[in-house]
């Protein structure tokens, strides 16, 4: 590896430097009740650099025209437990992020709306592009015991948070058309 010299990479990461982010992720049909295309949210656009757990992004809050740049880096420790994964986060200037968009990546373009339901705080990413049509809410947690108990909202379809196809990693690389298939032939399997 250039740079590194002869050793090995150590791998025990700095709890200084990452947070657990837990997580659940739920597949809807349409927007929640309340939720609507034209209210206050933010455009983001996620480019997942090619080959690396790197992702960079860019936020625009529409209604202040304000944005937010930062590298991540997210990845889960123990598949396929998709709910529990470590980030770390670097916000960047314009500058910065230039320089890291030289890298070959993946886009993933989406719209995000908050809401709260029953007092919990929920993010819903509506799809754009390649993905259109497609509507995620996910909702963070402290506590693994309090995530692990938490129902299914009466506005989900279903329960996608262990599922790698739904993660954002993989979703770059999907079409609405390509998740519709993946729905309906699971679908027809469990009729069998």
């Known amino acids: 590896m250039k740079g590194i010299g002869t050793g090995r990479l150590f791998q025990d990461h700095a709890p200084k430097y990452e947070r657990i982010e837990r997580e659940r992720r739920f597949l809807l049909r349409e927007l929640p009740p309340g939720v609507s295309l034209i209210q206050e949210h933010a455009q983001i656009t996620d480019n997942y650099i090619t080959g690396t757990r790197l992702r960079l992004r860019k936020s625009r809050w529409v209604t202040t025209n304000e944005w937010t740049l930062k590298l991540t880096q997210k990845y889960t420790p123990a598949p396929p437990d998709f709910t529990r994964t470590l980030i770390t986060s670097i916000y960047l200037d314009e500058y910065e992020y230039e320089v890291f968009s030289v890298f070959e990546a993946n886009e993933l373009r989406k719209n995000r709306y908050y809401f709260e339901h029953e007092g919990r705080r929920y993010s819903v990413d509506v799809f754009l592009g390649d993905l259109r049509g497609l509507i995620l809410a996910e909702t963070d947690f ?9 129902p299914l909202p009466p506005f989900a379809v279903a329960d996608v948070s262990r599922e790698e196809m739904f993660t954002g990693g993989r979703l770059v690389s999907l079409t609405a058309d390509d998740i519709r298939a993946e729905l309906a032939r699971r679908k027809g399997s469990a009729r069998d």
């Open 142 to 150: 402290d506590a693994d015991e309090e995530m692990d108990a938490f």
